[in-house]
C-alpha cells in the first residue's frame, strides 16, 4: 500500500464514523526515515482534526476512538501516527 492509498482509506473510516468540521492528514514518514525501528511500508501520520464531536471527550477517550477506528490500518501499515483535535 503506498500512503495516498492509506491516507484515503483513513479519512473515508475517519468520515464515516466521527463528526467534525474538517480533517488534515499529513505524511510524517520522513521525520523517522533513519530511526531505529523504522519499517519499510509503514508510515508516519499526522491527523488533524476540528471536531465538536471529540472535543467534549477526554484526550484519552478521543484518541482510543480514533484508534478503534483505525486498529486494522494501525496493525499493518501504520507505524506512528500524531492526533491533533481542535
Known sequence: MDINE???IV???LTDQINF???????KSFLHKNHIGN???KFHL????????LKILSK??????????????LKENIHSIQILIS
Do not use: F, P, R, V
Open 60 to 73: 484519552i477517550e478521543s484518541n482510543k476512538k480514533i484508534y478503534k477506528i483505525l486498529d486494522k490500518e
Open 11 to 13: 479519512k473515508k473510516k
Open 6 to 8: 492509506l491516507i484515503a
Open 46 to 53: 499526522k491527523i488533524i482534526l476540528n471536531s465538536n464531536e
Open 21 to 27: 468540521e474538517s480533517i488534515k492528514i499529513e505524511d
Open 39 to 41: 519499517q519499510e511500508g
